[in-house]
């Protein structure tokens, strides 16, 4: 009787031990990739629901034409549009030699005051490439066109 309830004691023990380590390698790959994930939002979706200014995200959409404005040194501001609403944008660096008005951009960063604060900036790498949430978000806005098949 007693090797039965031993048994059956090491059983439980194994189980509550293996669900612990579990419960532990959740809550640590959760807390190593907090930075690495950052949510996509349309232009459209940032006027609608601002998010918080301590959130880190992706926004995406054309360069609006007629908005790009250099300041001092590496400082740029312009506005990003996906034909349903426009946020204005600062970045301060070095823009992608592809980056253009009129041309699909992706900008991480936070949403501060009305401003995006990008700390990075990608354009297209392509005149056929744009990024599948940018085409997402113009179509949705009725903006996209489709790139010429015989270019």
Do not use: C, W
């Amino acid at each position: 009787m007693a090797l039965k309830s031993l048994k059956k004691q090491r059983r439980i023990q194994v189980i509550a031990l293996a669900t612990l380590a579990l419960v532990i390698s959740t809550v640590l790959i959760g807390y190593a990739m907090r930075d690495g994930i950052n949510f996509f939002r349309s232009p459209s979706q940032v006027v609608a629901e601002p998010p918080a200014p301590t959130e880190v995200f992706r926004i995406g959409g054309l360069v609006e034409e007629g908005s790009i404005v250099r300041g001092q040194g590496e400082a740029v501001s312009f506005r990003v549009t996906d034909g349903g609403a426009t946020v204005p944008v600062v970045y301060t660096g070095v823009l992608p030699d592809l980056f253009n008005e009129n041309e699909g951009m992706v900008g991480t960063g936070r949403f501060v005051d009305g401003v995006f604060q990008a700390q990075e900036i990608l354009a297209r790498h392509d005149e056929e490439y744009m990024p599948a949430e940018v085409v997402d978000a113009l179509k949705e806005q009725g903006v996209y066109k489709e790139p010429d098949a015989g270019s």
